[in-house]
């Protein structure tokens, strides 16, 4: 009984080797090399920048709505029911534009951030998919997500998944 134990535990190490020498993984933290490329530096800071235009704008929209607001509260005893009204409705004007345009930045910064980033990430996932063909890994994951970056094509499945389900 010891034998057979002794050659199922020596035919698994095997297959585990044999499996081990034919395949090649491989890892990397794309956050760091990502903080380490040049061109992100310089896009976080023209990103920053055009961000600082629209929060300057919403300061002074939102000091004009203080003011208004304050002259509003100061005066409001004194008023008739129609100016009550006109300035009334002003503020509530000047707050919904300071929203539109609060919404309305962040979308612009959101679009101008993926058009910086984009170019910079696929270089990032060129180098790596070149360097793992030039250094024959199958597969490459990316330590800081988690997630598959580079996979032999010959290991996809999906062919004869979609056959087993008669999918065409």
Known sequence: MKKIVLFLACGLLIGNMAFAQATKFGYI????????????????????????????????MSQEYEKKA??????EKTMTDAVKEVKIKEIQDLEGRIQSTNQSAQEKVEKKRQELLQPILDKADKAIKDVAKEKAYDYVFDSSTGTLLHAKESDNILALVKAKLGIK
Do not use: H, N, V
């Not at 903080?35 to 600082?52: F, L, N, V």
């Not at 304050?70 to 005066?75: D, I, L, P, R, S």
């Open 29 to 60: 933290d794309s956050r760091e090399l990502l903080k380490a490329m040049p061109e992100m530096t310089k896009a976080e800071a023209d990103i920053q920048a055009y961000a600082k235009t629209f929060q300057d704008q919403l300061q002074t």
């Open 70 to 75: 304050k002259e509003f509260q100061a005066g």
